[in-house]
């Protein structure tokens, strides 16, 4: 995404009620941090004062209003709604009501099925902690998922983590006594200097937590964001220190097994959980149901009707700013989607994330699997990777394994991530 053309607001929002319509979800992103962590790659601000957050706040809100003004309605009505970052817990208590007040005047969360945060450990601790975590419970928050990323001290502090393992414990106490009853972390593995014992370790430990489930990323070393992260700098100065392939596909074997043989089944790509309906519906709904986003913050992005478009990644927020001061949502990159990105999207997002349902994709595109992608399709079943029967196209259990690179199988070439990768012939 952070590679679209330029693109201003016109594109996505001329015109707009004549498009054909989609369910809508909700991005918001809160770029505020207690730390920057060596692996992050989007636009974050560390130990910002609170004349700063207020001030973003103010920004925010006025681009809340502009987007359902623009859209022509009184509120936008979604039916799930993502806030991460950043940390959306870094607000104060004061701050994180005057941004849930601001939120749900703008949206409608009448039939929102799923309203989930993105909280840090450190940020939810005490009677602060708590008043902050209650005070999202009374606007609606019913889902956190807590970045905890490791158990392991050792680990957290060359993550560039301010918690430690004991606040992890304490956070998870804080959400049981405000009453949130859907809790996940993230847990991150391949990080340099990790081991498979210390990996074998984390995945025991997490298993036995009072959570509803966990999602495991591989550590993303390249870019995929507006600001690259630290971590390239350590990959730069000793490449020799991160985990090889073959330990990285070890690593991600075990977190599978562990997480099978504790009732935790993977309800959709690297999101694990003992009920399906507990992951997040954020993912769910823009992954395999392939709603509309409307994304409001920094950097976030959105999905409106055939168009593609990224906020600006702007760290001092000037711009953001300016843009949203002449009475402009602040999108500055997009990507009008042509009929084969939305044959490919509706097909390779649905795969990835469940399953293909043949009817509904000749129904939604005119096309049919079998002369889009049938010639792929019989040669990745051949090696195993895919299956289908008469109603779906799926992945097998390893094409599950090696979802992305199954997956960058159908991509049109001119959208390959890295120029170093190629399609097999």
Known sequence: ???YPEMDEKSI???VQNRPVNPMIAYVHIPFCPS???FCHWITKTKSRADEVDDYLDHLEKEMVLYRTKLGVDKIPVD???VGGGTPSYLSAKQMERFLSAFTNNFDLSNCTQFSLEPEPTTILGDEGLEKLKIMKDYGVNRLSMGVQSFDDKVLARMGRVHKHADTLKALEQINKAGIENTFIDLIYGYPDQSIEQWTKTMQEAVTLDIDGFQLYRLRIKPHGDRPGNILKVYDKKAESFPGVDKI???KMLGLVISRENGFDEQQTRIFARKAESI???LRDSCCHLSDVVGVGVSSWSNLRGVFSLNVGDESLEQYYQ????GKVSINRGLVRTHDDEVRR??????????VHKQTFNLVTGETVQDYFGEKIQWLKKVGLLDEDKEKVFMTARGLFFANEVAIQFFSEKYLPFPELACAS
Do not use: G, Q
């Open 36 to 38: 920057r962590c060596t």
């Open 80 to 82: 799930s709604v993502l």
């Open 346 to 355: 509706r097909f390779i997002l649905p795969l990835k994330n469940s399953f």
């Open 280 to 282: 997040s519906h954020y």
């Open 13 to 15: 929002l001329d015109d």
């Open 1 to 3: 995404m952070t590679m």
């Open 249 to 251: 596909y070890l690593m």
């Open 323 to 326: 843009l949203i001061d002449e």
